[in-house]
């Protein structure tokens, strides 16, 4: 019997599985082993793993209630605003990384996590995004009139932060050896992208293209994470050699992409909790029926994986509820759809 990696890899490779992945949000149950796992690489994210603070530049970042207690940056103190962007270099400091000994680094992170990687593939990630990161500096006001008013500051900011984190990706991938590269970048919001796509493509395209060359030159599948209605990048992301794309909102036309691309653009996701999905009536009938319409839509001939789920406050057990029948049905339906 296939493992979950195995079944996985082969909806990477454009082969019908034999199940539909799911993507379980949050921990495995006991003795049950994920499909995937995500990781980072040490040092880089300390604000992650103390549920806030500071991260490697400054930016403080601060939990949100509302999203069980994800972080964001604090809008009350960026660090780079407009008028003293000239002065990035002063403000952006990269760690001195000589002298880290990455294999004992990376080889305690593994083994810390748990992962059987004869059980479930690693994805290998290295921060969540160029874009992202402008933004957490400057803030989206600051950040979006920086790259009209000083495109060329912009550049040689994103080519030092590029330099950084591609120097530590020259250090990890091979300790790591994941079977996937991981990239994000929420360059857009449900109805439209912050960023125009010639610009998507001037300022922050090159810096993943660099990342996703070193993936695919070790045999990575090359996954994009972008929220939002960002469809019209996803010809240039195939281009470039991305194979998955998560978490697909049912903002973009899903229907003419996975007409357009078949198995050869893996869609995790397609579905949201939005609409009836978030009235206090919704009945989990009506749930199951939405995971169920979106399988029908997006996994015949492969190319689909299950990513989705509901998020609210942490005191509130609803969302948890709701998710664990959304993956309850999503892993029952799933678990046959290619043997029907």
Same mark, same amino acid.
């Given at each position: 019997?296939?493992? &979950?990696?195995?079944?996985? #890899?082969?909806? +990477?490779?454009?082969?019908?599985?034999?199940?539909?992945?799911?993507?379980? /949000?949050? $921990?495995?149950?006991?003795?049950?082993?994920?499909?995937?796992?995500?990781?980072?690489?040490?040092?880089?994210?300390?604000?992650?793993?103390?549920?806030?603070?500071?991260?490697?530049?400054?930016?403080?970042?601060? @939990? =949100?209630?509302? =999203?069980?207690?994800?972080?964001?940056?604090?809008?009350? &103190?960026?660090?780079?605003?407009?008028?003293?962007?000239?002065?990035?270099?002063?403000?952006?400091?990269? $760690?001195? #990384?000589?002298?880290?000994?990455? &294999?004992?680094?990376?080889?305690?992170?593994?083994?810390?996590?748990?992962?059987? !990687?004869?059980?479930?593939?690693? *994805?290998?990630?290295?921060?969540?995004?160029?874009?992202?990161?402008? /933004?957490?500096?400057?803030?989206?006001?600051?950040?979006?009139?920086?790259?009209?008013?000083? $495109?060329?500051?912009?550049?040689?900011?994103? &080519?030092?932060?590029?330099?950084?984190?591609?120097?530590?990706?020259?250090?990890?991938?091979?300790? +790591?050896?994941?079977?996937?590269?991981?990239?994000?970048?929420?360059? *857009?919001?449900?109805?439209?992208?912050?960023?125009?796509?010639?610009?998507?493509?001037?300022?922050?395209?090159?810096?993943?293209?660099?990342?996703?060359?070193?993936?695919?030159?070790?045999?990575?599948?090359?996954?994009?994470?972008?929220?939002?209605?960002?469809?019209?990048?996803?010809?240039?992301?195939?281009?470039? %050699?991305?194979?998955?794309?998560? $978490?697909?909102? =049912?903002?973009?036309?899903?229907? *003419?992409?996975?007409?357009? +691309? %078949?198995?050869?653009?893996?869609?995790?996701?397609?579905?949201?909790? !939005? %609409? !009836?999905?978030?009235? @206090?009536?919704?009945?989990?009938?009506?749930?199951?029926?939405?995971?169920?319409?979106?399988?029908?839509? +997006?996994?015949?001939?492969?190319?689909?994986?299950? %990513?989705?789920?509901? #998020?609210?406050?942490?005191?509130?057990?609803?969302?948890?509820?709701?998710?664990?029948?959304?993956?309850?049905?999503?892993?029952?339906?799933?678990?046959?759809?290619?043997? !029907?």
């Amino acid at each position: 019997m296939l493992t &979950e990696k195995e079944n996985l #890899l082969r909806v +990477y490779h454009g082969e019908i599985p034999e199940w539909i992945p799911v993507s379980r /949000m949050g $921990p495995s149950e006991p003795g049950k082993y994920p499909a995937t796992m995500m990781m980072g690489p040490p040092l880089l994210s300390p604000q992650m793993e103390k549920g806030g603070g500071r991260d490697i530049w400054g930016v403080n970042y601060v @939990p =949100t209630e509302s =999203t069980g207690n994800a972080l964001i940056p604090d809008n009350s &103190e960026f660090i780079l605003p407009l008028d003293n962007l000239k002065n990035w270099r002063d403000v952006l400091k990269a $760690p001195d #990384l000589n002298g880290v000994d990455w &294999e004992k680094l990376v080889k305690e992170r593994i083994e810390s996590s748990g992962i059987d !990687r004869k059980q479930t593939a690693l *994805a290998l990630t290295m921060h969540f995004g160029y874009f992202q990161l402008l /933004m957490s500096f400057m803030g989206f006001e600051d950040g979006l009139l920086a790259l009209y008013e000083e $495109p060329e500051l912009v550049h040689e900011l994103l &080519e030092f932060l590029s330099e950084f984190y591609m120097s530590v990706a020259d250090n990890v991938l091979d300790l +790591y050896n994941p079977e996937i590269l991981s990239i994000a970048d929420d360059t *857009a919001a449900w109805g439209a992208s912050f960023v125009s796509d010639e610009m998507y493509r001037e300022f922050f395209a090159p810096h993943h293209d660099k990342y996703v060359k070193r993936g695919l030159d070790r045999g990575c599948t090359i996954s994009m994470h972008n929220c939002g209605k960002c469809e019209s990048l996803v010809d240039l992301w195939v281009e470039m %050699g991305f194979t998955e794309w998560n $978490p697909a909102q =049912t903002c973009n036309d899903l229907k *003419a992409i996975k007409a357009k +691309y %078949g198995n050869k653009l893996v869609i995790s996701g397609g579905w949201d909790g !939005r %609409g !009836r999905l978030m009235e @206090p009536d919704v009945t989990d009938e009506e749930i199951r029926q939405s995971v169920r319409d979106t399988i029908d839509a +997006y996994a015949p001939g492969g190319g689909f994986c299950w %990513g989705g789920g509901f #998020l609210g406050a942490l005191n509130d057990p609803e969302p948890m509820r709701k998710t664990k029948v959304v993956i309850d049905e999503a892993t029952r339906y799933g678990r046959d759809f290619y043997k !029907r």
